[in-house]
T-cell receptor, first 112, second 114 residues
Framework: KAGVTQTPRYLIKTRGQQVTLSCSPI?????VSWYQQTPGQGLQFLFE???????NKGNFPGRFSGRQFSNSRSEMNVSTLELGDSALYLC???????????FGQGTRLTVV | AQSVSQHNHHVILSEAASLELGCNYS??????LFWYVQYPGQHLQLLLK??????LVKGIKGFEAEFIKSKFSFNLRKPSVQWSDTAEYFC????????????FGGGTRLMVKP
């Protein structure tokens, strides 16, 4: 069965621009979570969506937002990009609550 | 707020050596515990998980971990490492009332010398 798919794999954006990342969860999984991975801060939770509703939110500024569609696919958006937003953004899907998360390959965002 | 601490940032071992990676967490409630591995150039993969029951859990590739509630610890072990175990290992915690939100430790980079 197909795993978690994230697109695009790589992105280069200019400071001040906005970006949208996409995640397709494993079929049948209703929960999608997003994480930011950087060498300095490690893996940090951004937010979780479950059945189209944001269920949890990490400690990130409002420039980071997301949504989930009725087919469980999710997008995250970062507006007014800053150099510090350069990171690997990981999406994880879970079947339901309190089950293990399966991660995608990530989208590597570089802000110049 | 919950937090996870991994004591070793870098570990270098020779093949066949035994491995133990430490993980301690802080959380004011019941938790689920996980170890994930990230091989070079690959995505995060689940090694093992603890939800309840026997505190000694076995995962893939010969890894095991023991949950010691009194010590808030979930250490990862493998009796004999192989060169292919070279990777970064992450301990993660999920509070039972926190949906699927995972809090990760800082990771441990393991290098196994052939």
């Amino acid at each position: 069965k197909a795993g978690v798919t994230q697109t695009p794999r790589y992105l280069i954006k200019t400071r001040g621009q906005q970006v949208t990342l996409s995640c397709s969860p494993i079929s049948g999984h209703r929960s999608v979570s997003w994480y930011q991975q950087t060498p300095g801060q490690g893996l940090q939770f951004l937010f979780e969506y479950f059945s189209e509703t944001q269920r949890n939110k990490g400690n990130f500024p409002g420039r980071f937002s997301g949504r989930q569609f009725s087919n469980s696919r999710s997008e995250m958006n970062v507006s007014t990009l800053e150099l510090g937003d350069s990171a690997l953004y990981l999406c994880a899907s879970s079947r339901s609550s309190l089950t293990e998360a399966f991660f995608g390959q990530g989208t590597r965002l570089t802000v110049v | 707020a919950q937090s996870v601490s991994q004591h070793n940032h870098h570990v270098i071992l020779s093949e066949a050596a035994s491995l133990e990676l430490g993980c301690n967490y802080s959380y004011g409630g019941t938790v689920n515990l996980f170890w994930y591995v990230q091989y070079p150039g690959q995505h995060l993969q689940l090694l093992l998980k603890y939800f309840s029951g026997d505190p000694l859990v076995k995962g893939i590739k010969g890894f095991e971990a023991e949950f010691i509630k009194s010590k808030f610890s979930f250490n990862l072990r493998k009796p004999s490492v192989q060169w292919s175990d070279t990777a970064e290992y992450f301990c993660a915690v999920n509070g039972r009332n926190a949906g699927n939100m995972l809090t990760f430790g800082g990771g441990t980079r393991l290098m196994v010398k052939p």
